[in-house]
């Protein structure tokens, strides 16, 4: 089964509001990192976290990791609707530093 | 970052027959991984492509009908063989440098359609 799950599945907001998305994975892990999709095309690296570190920010993006409850946040602020796109955990893993384990996705829809 | 490029971006293809997607990186990249996307999921990793040595098959995933090779550090092919209707989806790569933090960047992917 995949490391990572997230939630909500899809999620839908008005241009300028928050939004948020959490992921949970089930051993331990080296980092986690989050990535973005639009519309079916390749992946955008957002943010990585390190196991040792709580929170990171990068522009309007805040991650959160609590390795305590094993789960994650990402946190859109003040969102576009360019925003809109699908959006992944992915965690890398203790067991094995070449590999990331990707969560099924976050579909977000920013509505202007 | 490594800037990545993928060939074809699209195809169709009929089915038995087999598709090769080439990758390349603009610098010398330790980790390369191919991944597939079928419509309305998630990446699941395919292998990892070793330069100069066979391709690391994840569960469920065999060499027969996904051959790979890495012939250097910055080039990497997949072929999907035999294929079915089954095997449209997406096919990225992504690539990474040993720097501890498994950091992954990926390609623009390739959309196969088997008809």
């Known amino acids: 089964s995949q490391q990572g799950e997230e939630d909500p599945q899809a999620l839908s907001i008005q241009e300028g509001e928050n939004a948020t998305m959490n992921c949970s994975y089930k051993t331990s892990i080296n980092n986690l990192q989050w990535y973005r999709q639009n519309s079916g095309r390749g992946l955008v690296h957002l943010i990585l976290?390190?196991?040792?570190?709580r929170e990171k920010h990068s522009g309007r993006l805040r991650v959160t990791l609590d390795t305590s409850k094993k789960s994650s946040s990402l946190l859109i602020t003040a969102s576009r609707a360019a925003d809109t796109a699908s959006y992944f955990c992915a965690t890398g893993m203790k067991t094995s530093y070449d590999k990331v384990i990707f969560g099924p996705g976050t579909s977000l829809s920013v509505i202007p | 970052s490594a800037v990545i490029s993928q060939k074809p971006s699209r195809d169709i293809c009929q089915r038995g027959t087999s598709l090769t997607i080439q990758c390349q990186v603009d610098?010398?990249?330790?980790?390369m991984f191919w991944y597939r996307q079928q419509p309305g999921q998630s990446l699941t990793l395919i292998a990892t492509a070793n330069q100069g040595s066979e391709a690391t098959y994840e569960s469920g995933f065999v060499i027969d009908k996904f051959p790979i090779s890495r012939p250097n550090l910055t080039f990497s092919t997949l072929t999907v063989s035999n294929l079915s209707p089954e095997d449209s989806s997406i096919y990225l790569c992504s690539v990474a440098r040993a720097s501890g933090d498994n950091e992954q960047f990926f390609g623009p992917g390739t959309r196969l359609t088997v008809l």
């Open positions: 976290i390190r196991s040792n570190e």
């Open positions: 610098s010398q990249v330790t980790m």
